[in-house]
């Protein structure tokens, strides 16, 4: 949805600007403010790291928000005190909230932290230039 709407405002801005060149302007060099063709015009963009979520989703735990880990009560052996641990049933694992992202499934995207959006790497953030139209 997103990129289809960045798609669309890149075709219409590059519209804009071919009829801009063709309009029989003043007979001097004029200076126009271009917003940037990438960003729009705000500066930034959608992270392409995340694709614009700002959340990814936890590589540790597969998304999942839990992990395996040694059983706690038998430390992976399986028995406890000459018996089946109780606590893991004899499995020695047990399912425990994933480290990384503290059960949540996604950690925060590092490049936008979080947020979604990145600065523009096309204007760098200004949105947009001066450009010189020629007679
Ligand atoms: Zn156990
Ligand atoms: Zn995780
Ligand atoms: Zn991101
Ligand atoms: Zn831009």
Same mark, same amino acid.
């Given at each position: 949805? &997103?990129?289809?709407?960045? !798609?669309?405002?890149?075709?219409?801005?590059?519209? *804009? *600007?071919? @009829? $801009?060149?063709?309009?029989p302007g003043?007979a001097h @060099?004029? =200076? &126009?403010?271009?917003?940037?063709?990438?960003?729009? /015009? %705000?500066?930034? =963009?959608?992270?392409? %790291?995340?694709? /614009? &979520? $700002?959340?990814?989703?936890?590589?540790?735990? #597969?998304?999942?928000?839990?992990?395996? !880990?040694?059983?706690?009560?038998?430390?992976?052996? #399986?028995?406890?005190?000459?018996?089946?641990?109780?606590?893991?049933?004899?499995?020695?694992?047990?399912?425990?909230?994933?480290? %990384?992202?503290? #059960?949540?499934?996604?950690? @925060?995207?590092?490049?936008?932290?979080?947020? $979604? !959006?990145?600065?523009?790497?096309?204007?760098? #953030?200004?949105?947009? &230039?001066?450009? %010189? *139209?020629?007679?």
């Amino acid at each position: 949805m &997103r990129k289809l709407a960045i !798609v669309v405002t890149a075709g219409a801005l590059a519209a *804009f *600007f071919l @009829a $801009g060149l063709a309009l029989p302007g003043a007979a001097h @060099a004029e =200076q &126009r403010w271009v917003p940037c063709s990438k960003c729009g /015009g %705000n500066g930034e =963009q959608y992270c392409d %790291n995340c694709g /614009g &979520r $700002g959340q990814l989703h936890c590589t540790y735990c #597969g998304g999942g928000g839990q992990m395996k !880990v040694y059983c706690p009560s038998c430390g992976g052996s #399986g028995q406890y005190g000459g018996d089946t641990c109780g606590n893991c049933g004899g499995a020695g694992t047990v399912m425990a909230a994933c480290d %990384n992202c503290g #059960g949540a499934g996604v950690v @925060a995207c590092s490049s936008c932290g979080g947020t $979604g !959006v990145v600065t523009c790497t096309l204007c760098g #953030g200004a949105g947009g &230039r001066d450009w %010189n *139209f020629p007679d």
